[in-house]
């Protein structure tokens, strides 16, 4: 498959209105800041919960928590997806503990990340709640797991998987949707 294969579906003044307007969701969904806290699943997710964090700053000129959860030795394909998996920190240094927690991550797929990411959370404490904030919805759940929060629905077939890319990790925002072969 060559890259102009690939089609983009966000650019990056589209990821930043849907992080910016998700922010504005989260604050008035929480009435504000207190007892929020952003958490980003490794390694996507953290980039966006960082952003995120930076516009609830911007809006409301409060600081809140944020964290990054590596959910490595919690997923169910363990064993399928490496021979050795790397598992990477969790950096979460403020107590979850009766906060309201904005669970983030790229892409909403199967639901199966987000479930090893609930596992993992609790393994920290007991949240008052948690949200999910999601940049792509792609559908086929198997899993009864919805966002609370999404940038951009895209309806995909499973030959086709959904590429973010965001500034820190790659060269730049944008996202794509690509055909694979199966």
């Keep these: 498959m060559s890259l102009n294969d690939d089609k983009i579906i966000?650019?990056?003044?589209?990821?930043?209105?849907?992080?910016?307007?998700?922010?504005?969701?989260i604050l008035e969904k929480n009435k504000g800041t207190k007892n929020l806290a952003i958490i980003g699943i490794r390694n996507k997710g953290a980039y966006?919960?960082?952003?995120?964090?930076?516009?609830?700053?911007?809006?409301?000129?409060k600081?809140?928590?944020?964290?990054?959860?590596?959910?490595?030795?919690?997923?169910?394909d363990l064993t399928t997806i490496a021979w050795q998996p790397i598992?990477?920190?969790?950096?979460?240094?403020?107590?979850?503990?009766?906060?309201n927690i904005i669970l983030v991550d790229?892409?909403?797929?199967?639901?199966?990340?987000?479930?090893?990411?609930?596992?993992?959370?609790i393994d920290f404490g007991r949240p008052k709640n948690i949200q999910?904030?999601?940049?792509?919805?792609?559908?086929?759940?198997e899993l009864p797991i919805r966002a609370d929060y999404v940038g951009k629905n895209v309806p995909t077939s499973l030959n086709q998987t959904v590429d973010v890319s965001l500034i820190g990790a790659d060269a730049v925002d944008k996202v794509s949707v690509r055909k694979v072969d199966k």
């Design 63 to 76: 600081t809140v928590p944020v964290g990054i959860l590596d959910i490595t030795l919690y997923r169910d």
């Design 87 to 99: 598992v990477r920190k969790t950096e979460i240094d403020f107590d979850i503990t009766s906060k």
């Design 10 to 25: 966000m650019d990056k003044e589209q990821i930043k209105r849907a992080l910016f307007r998700i922010s504005h969701e």
């Design 106 to 121: 790229d892409v909403l797929f199967t639901g199966r990340t987000i479930r090893c990411a609930l596992d993992a959370l």
């Design 132 to 141: 999910l904030a999601i940049l792509i919805d792609r559908g086929h759940r």
């Design 48 to 61: 966006l919960a960082a952003r995120m964090a930076g516009y609830i700053k911007e809006i409301d000129s």
